[in-house]
């Protein structure tokens, strides 16, 4: 992702990832092919696709960047700035000027949220107790 700046320390150990950032990833590359498909002027989403990539960034040691995000969520500068204002008052991102970050608040949210579309997914899959455990990529 262009978005993302800053250290390349991951949290998660042996080559692991965490599974809610792979899902988090997932979500905005269904909006990019949807956008592609149909066209980005139909569907909108912008606070959530700012969580989002606030999300992964924070997952990859990272922050975003605002104006290549603003770039790829196809939201003009002053669009992008009204939603940063929006969420940066309700103590869900930092506005770092050039970059944005998660706050810790907001993480824990994003990871509530997941984990629960995740326990969703996996049940309607089959996963014992809502959970879908992997290994080397594949479902097991």
């Known amino acids: 992702m262009k978005i993302l700046d800053g250290d390349t320390r991951g949290r998660w150990t042996d080559g692991l990832v965490d599974p809610l950032i792979v899902q988090a990833e997932r ?25 989002l990539s606030t999300f992964i ?18 939201l003009a500068k002053s669009d992008m700035r009204n939603w940063i204002v929006r969420l940066s008052e309700r103590g869900l991102i930092e506005d770092l000027g050039v970059t944005i970050a998660i706050t810790p608040r907001a993480e824990a949210m994003m990871r509530d949220t997941l984990a629960a579309h995740h326990r969703s997914f996996a049940q309607d899959f089959g996963g014992e107790n809502g959970l879908l455990h992997f290994s080397s990529g594949r479902i097991v």
């Open 27 to 51: 979500f905005l590359t269904s909006r990019q092919v949807r956008d592609k498909t149909l066209g980005p002027d139909l569907f909108g989403e912008p606070a959530w696709e700012i969580l």
């Open 57 to 74: 960034a924070a997952g990859h040691s990272r922050v975003c960047v605002v104006q290549p995000l603003a770039y790829e969520l196809h």
